[in-house]
């Protein structure tokens, strides 16, 4: 067997590295329905990953794994040991490059193997933290059919799912066999308002501030207090509250608010179509044909926050269309503007609800092609394949945007009913609104050919060796929207890359029996990229069986990241957030929301990195395998941004801009080369199984992960500081552990599973709070096989309705918790069934 990790073939499961194997049964029996899901669960995703229910950013709906806390980047996905193309916008800003995990085909997978040390000698450079490879079901015969329908106790998240599995012809018999899977899945969408932590949108965050409100539905800006737009009746206009501002934002005064709780969504809704088809047949002694297709469609639909607002305060820009630099939109309510009492031009800050709601879709296809032949021989084997893969991506957002032009031209001659939206003209609503399309395209193509085998006889054996030569060509395209380009859009954020690389590569790799009960693992990769140079990743690895019952093993190995190519490409991000200014000219210290600018860096060198791995595994029993691994990551030349707390604390004026007020309106960041970076922890896996014949069997299964330490710089050049068990923007739970109990007997089978992840401390504390407390999940299945060829199941996700724990920290819109970790998908039960032809 080939097992993730290595090219060469052998007959221990056991290697000199950590793999974690979910199989087939598992992926039944978890209560998880996609990859995504499943993976996100395991021990060694401790942090720095997307989830699928991000709302922000520009891969909103998209899933991808990042092992061991060092990012997406950092982990390589490959679907039966072979690379697919990344999705086509980036997340992170625009650092992490990531494969979405779900694009790939659940309802085709064997198992996953997820290889827990670095892998770049043998994978590549993106290979640093780790591997996750999805097998899928090979030689399978038969025709499956299956369904659930799937619901929330609290409402709203309705899912449907349906497949189809077919596998025809038997290899050894027949010569050939070719499987093909279809499944559909559908889940509706949760908005805010549909939870109790989050439909008031009061919880209190930094500064005990409504995080769920906006100040700025409706008031204008005078001599730094906020004085509220009403009419003569005192009313605010339709779909706002009059209420203090202080508690929203700190000004003060009194404004027309807006909670943003039925405008905003939690998790975004999704229709997946994907097929699936691996055909093997024999065309001579020895060779055989292979290859797969790979489609996927998938399409997801969120409201992005409210409808635009308009504010120079909060950073609103627009692109110059000349030079294709942002510059400021003027906030000021002309004098002569029927609502403008003062007389003057004034600063108004507005939210235009009557333009409509900010729904954003997202819609990615992608697939895969490859073809090769592999032969077996007398002395070796060998095998070559070509292949192409591409994902592309396109985010519609409908009536989202005001045209910036049209909009002032409204303000000026007061066509634009600014108390009564329903009374405004449809005419000058339409010429105000915009909708956007942006389009996004990542591209993988390229060819490899590798052999295997044994090269000569030791007294101890013989020696394994394996060696292939790669190439492949990688490109990614962002572009941003027509209207943004054409300097249209108030306030646009933009996700601009435009990138590509070839990279070739040569690989050796040897198996060397020392001694009957010790073998040595020698590995070493060359990678040309074409837009940085070269390098070289070594691999050392140990594997020693004292006794019958006791594995050691340890590896050591180099390598390298290549900066991705949003990082050192002519790329531009355009953000909002917040950050806190201790140069506030009006409340010193206050939160404020400027508009973020990263861009991308040519000169930007490699990460260099140094993987060590130390484990014992104990096996005392048939049914007993207990697993303990050490490991450590050290990376220089991390690549990353400055912090802006940093930027805006050190208050250059190349990086800080301000107004004529001194109010924060823009930073500017960069991608550099930062300093290093620092992780080690340790891995435990128990496997065990009772076997009796009167009670059924038992199983118990557990993977635990305890971070000791993950330290890197906050800023460029500063010292490390440990992430680990904190949140510094971002948390990093130091521990996280599956574990899974399982029964059967007879037609019957149950698995309960517990997912455990630890509290926090936060770095800085909020009123009332300095941690966050830990998080337990148990989901149930209960599946029963008494029909025959027949199973029916039922799964309940979060038996106890456990809501994630309360994070003040985070000060977004949507909610006072982790978005990277947990969700508000509460209790869930799910019924399906499964038949065999």
């Given at each position: 067997?080939?097992?993730?990790?290595?090219?060469?073939?052998?007959?221990?499961?056991?290697?000199?590295?950590?793999?974690?194997?979910?199989?087939?049964?598992?992926?039944?029996?978890?209560?998880?329905?996609?990859?995504?899901?499943?993976?996100?669960?395991?021990?060694?995703?401790?942090?720095?990953?997307?989830?699928?229910?991000?709302?922000?950013?520009?891969?909103?709906?998209?899933?991808?794994?990042?092992?061991?806390?060092?990012?997406?980047?950092?982990?390589?996905?490959?679907?039966?040991?072979?690379?697919?193309?990344?999705?086509?916008?980036?997340?992170?800003?625009?650092?992490?490059?990531?494969?979405?995990?779900?694009?790939?085909?659940?309802?085709?997978?064997?198992?996953?193997?997820?290889?827990?040390?670095?892998?770049?000698?043998?994978?590549?450079?993106?290979?640093?933290?780790?591997?996750?490879?999805?097998?899928?079901?090979?030689?399978?015969?038969?025709?499956?059919?299956?369904?659930?329908?799937?619901?929330?106790?609290?409402?709203?998240?309705?899912?449907?799912?349906?497949?189809?599995?077919?596998?025809?012809?038997?290899?050894?018999?027949?010569?050939?066999?070719?499987?093909?899977?279809?499944?559909?899945?559908?889940?509706?969408?949760?908005?805010?308002?549909?939870?109790?932590?989050?439909?008031?949108?009061?919880?209190?965050?930094?500064?005990?501030?409504?995080?769920?409100?906006?100040?700025?539905?409706?008031?204008?800006?005078?001599?730094?207090?906020?004085?509220?737009?009403?009419?003569?009746?005192?009313?605010?206009?339709?779909?706002?509250v009059l209420t203090a501002s202080a508690p929203i934002d700190g000004l003060a005064g009194?404004?027309?608010?807006?909670?943003?709780?039925?405008?905003?969504?939690?998790?975004?809704?999704?229709?997946?179509?994907?097929?699936?088809?691996?055909?093997?047949?024999?065309?001579?002694?020895?060779?055989?044909?292979?290859?797969?297709?790979?489609?996927?469609?998938?399409?997801?639909?969120?409201?992005?926050?409210?409808?635009?607002?308009?504010?120079?305060?909060?950073?609103?820009?627009?692109?110059?269309?000349?030079?294709?630099?942002?510059?400021?939109?003027?906030?000021?309510?002309?004098?002569?503007?029927?609502?403008?009492?003062?007389?003057?031009?004034?600063?108004?800050?507005?939210?235009?609800?009557?333009?409509?709601?900010?729904?954003?879709?997202?819609?990615?296809?992608?697939?895969?092609?490859?073809?090769?032949?592999?032969g077996t021989g007398e002395r070796f084997d060998w095998e070559v394949a070509v292949f192409?893969?591409?994902?592309?991506?396109?985010?519609?957002?409908?009536?989202?945007?005001?045209?910036?032009?049209?909009?002032?031209?409204?303000?000026?001659?007061?066509?634009?009913?600014?108390?009564?939206?329903?009374?405004?003209?449809?005419?000058?609503?339409?010429?105000?609104?915009?909708?956007?399309?942006?389009?996004?395209?990542?591209?993988?193509?390229?060819?490899?050919?590798?052999?295997?085998?044994?090269?000569?006889?030791?007294?101890?054996?013989?020696?394994?060796?394996?060696?292939?030569?790669?190439?492949?060509?990688?490109?990614?395209?962002?572009?941003?929207?027509?209207?943004?380009?054409?300097?249209?859009?108030?306030?646009?954020?933009?996700?601009?890359?435009?990138?590509?690389?070839?990279?070739?590569?040569?690989?050796?790799?040897?198996?060397?029996?020392?001694?009957?009960?010790?073998?040595?693992?020698?590995?070493?990769?060359?990678?040309?990229?074409?837009?940085?140079?070269?390098?070289?990743?070594?691999?050392?690895?140990?594997?020693?069986?004292?006794?019958?019952?006791?594995?050691?093993?340890?590896?050591?190995?180099?390598?390298?990241?290549?900066?991705?190519?949003?990082?050192?490409?002519?790329?531009?991000?355009?953000?909002?957030?917040?950050?806190?200014?201790?140069?506030?000219?009006?409340?010193?210290?206050?939160?404020?929301?400027?508009t973020f600018f990263t861009v991308g860096n040519t000169d930007l060198e490699p990460e260099?990195?140094?993987?060590?791995?130390?484990?014992?595994?104990?096996?005392?029993?048939?049914?007993?395998?207990?697993?303990?691994?050490?490991?450590?990551?050290?990376?220089?030349?991390?690549?990353?941004?400055?912090?802006?707390?940093?930027?805006?604390?050190?208050?250059?004026?190349?990086?800080?801009?301000?107004?004529?007020?001194?109010?924060?309106?823009?930073?500017?960041?960069?991608?550099?080369?930062?300093?290093?970076?620092?992780?080690?922890?340790?891995?435990?896996?128990?496997?065990?199984?009772?076997?009796?014949?009167?009670?059924?069997?038992?199983?118990?299964?557990?993977?635990?992960?305890?971070?000791?330490?993950?330290?890197?710089?906050?800023?460029?050049?500063?010292?490390?500081?440990?992430?680990?068990?904190?949140?510094?923007?971002?948390?990093?739970?130091?521990?996280?552990?599956?574990?899974?109990?399982?029964?059967?007997?007879?037609?019957?089978?149950?698995?309960?599973?517990?997912?455990?992840?630890?509290?926090?401390?936060?770095?800085?504390?909020?009123?009332?709070?300095?941690?966050?407390?830990?998080?337990?999940?148990?989901?149930?299945?209960?599946?029963?096989?008494?029909?025959?060829?027949?199973?029916?199941?039922?799964?309940?996700?979060?038996?106890?309705?456990?809501?994630?724990?309360?994070?003040?920290?985070?000060?977004?819109?949507?909610?006072?918790?982790?978005?990277?970790?947990?969700?508000?998908?509460?209790?869930?039960?799910?019924?399906?069934?499964?038949?065999?032809?």
């Amino acid at each position: 067997m080939v097992v993730t990790g290595s090219n060469i073939r052998r007959a221990a499961a056991e290697g000199f590295n950590p793999v974690q194997v979910i199989a087939r049964e598992e992926l039944d029996t978890s209560g998880k329905v996609t990859v995504a899901d499943l993976l996100r669960s395991i021990s060694a995703n401790t942090g720095n990953s997307t989830n699928e229910t991000s709302n922000s950013g520009w891969a909103s709906g998209s899933a991808g794994i990042g092992l061991r806390g060092l990012s997406q980047k950092n982990t390589l996905v490959l679907l039966n040991g072979r690379r697919v193309a990344n999705y086509g916008f980036p997340s992170g800003g625009l650092s992490d490059t990531f494969v979405n995990l779900n694009a790939l085909p659940m309802v085709a997978t064997q198992r996953v193997e997820v290889l827990k040390d670095g892998a770049s000698a043998v994978y590549g450079s993106d290979a640093v933290a780790g591997v996750v490879n999805i097998i899928t079901r090979q030689d399978f015969e038969g025709l499956e059919i299956g369904g659930s329908y799937g619901a929330s106790d609290a409402g709203g998240l309705d899912t449907w799912q349906g497949k189809i599995v077919g596998g025809y012809g038997d290899l050894e018999e027949d010569g050939f066999n070719v499987l093909v899977s279809l499944e559909a899945y559908t889940r509706e969408r949760l908005d805010q308002s549909e939870r109790d932590l989050t439909k008031s949108g009061i919880y209190s965050g930094p500064g005990g501030r409504w995080n769920g409100w906006s100040a700025k539905g409706a008031r204008f800006l005078v001599n730094g207090a906020s004085v509220p737009f009403v009419d003569a009746q005192g009313n605010c206009p339709q779909g706002m509250v009059l209420t203090a501002s202080a508690p929203i934002d700190g000004l003060a005064g009194n404004t027309c608010a807006i909670n943003l709780a039925p405008y905003t969504t939690l998790i975004p809704s999704t229709d997946r179509y994907q097929a699936y088809v691996h055909a093997t047949a024999r065309v001579a002694p020895g060779i055989e044909a292979f290859g797969e297709l790979l489609y996927s469609h998938i399409e997801g639909t969120s409201i992005f926050g409210s409808s635009p607002y308009f504010t120079l305060e909060g950073g609103r820009f627009a692109l110059n269309a000349q030079t294709g630099l942002a510059e400021p939109v003027s906030n000021l309510l002309p004098a002569n503007n029927p609502y403008n009492p003062y007389g003057t031009a004034v600063p108004i800050e507005y939210t235009f609800f009557d333009l409509g709601q900010s729904l954003k879709t997202n819609t990615s296809q992608a697939y895969r092609a490859l073809g090769g032949l592999r032969g077996t021989g007398e002395r070796f084997d060998w095998e070559v394949a070509v292949f192409a893969s591409e994902s592309r991506e396109r985010e519609r957002v409908a009536a989202g945007f005001a045209n910036r032009w049209t909009l002032a031209d409204a303000l000026a001659n007061g066509t634009l009913n600014l108390w009564e939206p329903s009374a405004t003209p449809q005419a000058v609503l339409d010429g105000i609104r915009l909708s956007t399309l942006r389009p996004a395209e990542s591209s993988l193509y390229g060819a490899d050919f590798k052999i295997s085998g044994e090269l000569f006889e030791l007294p101890a054996g013989p020696v394994g060796y394996a060696a292939g030569i790669e190439y492949r060509h990688e490109s990614l395209e962002s572009r941003n929207p027509t209207e943004i380009d054409a300097g249209l859009q108030v306030r646009p954020a933009i996700a601009a890359v435009d990138g590509e690389r070839d990279v070739a590569a040569v690989y050796v790799e040897a198996n060397v029996p020392v001694l009957s009960n010790l073998d040595v693992q020698i590995a070493g990769r060359g990678d040309h990229y074409s837009d940085f140079g070269e390098a070289f990743s070594p691999k050392v690895g140990v594997r020693w069986r004292p006794h019958d019952a006791v594995l050691v093993r340890a590896s050591a190995s180099r390598g390298f990241r290549a900066p991705s190519l949003s990082e050192n490409s002519a790329s531009t991000n355009i953000s909002y957030g917040s950050v806190v200014d201790p140069y506030d000219p009006d409340i010193p210290g206050s939160r404020q929301s400027p508009t973020f600018f990263t861009v991308g860096n040519t000169d930007l060198e490699p990460e260099k990195t140094r993987s060590y791995n130390f484990g014992l595994v104990f096996t005392p029993l048939r049914d007993t395998i207990l697993s303990v691994d050490w490991y450590r990551v050290e990376l220089d030349n991390l690549v990353g941004t400055n912090n802006t707390t940093s930027i805006v604390q050190a208050n250059n004026p190349v990086d800080v801009i301000r107004d004529a007020r001194g109010k924060l309106v823009a930073v500017y960041n960069r991608y550099q080369n930062l300093s290093e970076l620092k992780t080690s922890g340790v891995d435990v896996e128990l496997s065990q199984r009772w076997r009796t014949g009167q009670w059924g069997d038992f199983a118990l299964q557990t993977a635990y992960t305890h971070v000791i330490d993950y330290r890197r710089p906050v800023t460029v050049g500063g010292p490390l500081v440990d992430y680990a068990g904190t949140n510094r923007g971002s948390s990093l739970p130091a521990d996280k552990a599956t574990t899974r109990a399982g029964w059967s007997k007879g037609p019957l089978e149950a698995d309960l599973t517990w997912y455990y992840t630890s509290g926090y401390d936060l770095v800085t504390p909020v009123t009332g709070q300095s941690s966050v407390d830990a998080y337990n999940q148990f989901d149930l299945y209960l599946g029963w096989s008494g029909l025959e060829n027949a199973k029916v199941y039922v799964k309940i996700e979060n038996i106890a309705d456990e809501t994630p724990p309360y994070d003040g920290t985070f000060p977004g819109i949507r909610a006072p918790y982790d978005f990277s970790q947990y969700d508000l998908r509460g209790r869930q039960f799910r019924i399906g069934f499964d038949y065999r032809f």
